[in-house]
């Protein structure tokens, strides 16, 4: 009896951790995803994101489409979305999103990429 809710306690307290920690990056709504997508990413990642709207930086603007870029986990979306990336045009979005709306752009960015390279959760 004290071992199995020792054992529910553990994993409480793993998962409770792995949302405390962005590791859990829960399921967005592509469909509003896309609206967003559409409004405020596609000047510099393009209409099928891959990197080629008509904004063109140095570095080059990442493909989204890219396996590269599929196989990056929900999280470290969630997380260059909210920051940004030094030493590059993608700008921190933690002040015009909310968390809901980037999980929302990071469903949509899935189903840009399809099915294949996905980086759960």
């Known amino acids: 009896m004290n ?3 020792g054992v529910c306690g553990i994993g409480q307290m793993i998962f409770f951790s792995a949302i405390v920690a962005g590791v859990y ?3 967005g709504n592509a469909g509003k995803g896309k609206t967003l ?15 080629n709207g008509p904004m063109t930086f140095t570095p080059p603007v990442a493909d989204l489409t890219a ?5 990056k986990l929900d999280a470290t979306v969630l997380k260059t979305i909210h920051d940004g990336r030094t030493n590059t045009a993608m700008g921190a979005w933690k002040f015009v999103l909310s968390e809901e709306d980037m999980r929302d752009v990071t469903a949509y960015l899935r189903q840009l990429g399809g099915e294949a390279g996905r980086g759960h959760p």
């Open 3 to 5: 071992l199995r809710v």
């Open 25 to 27: 990056a829960g399921t």
């Open 37 to 51: 997508y559409a409004n405020l990413c596609i000047r510099c990642h393009g209409v099928e994101g891959k990197g």
């Open 67 to 71: 396996p590269a870029a599929q196989g």
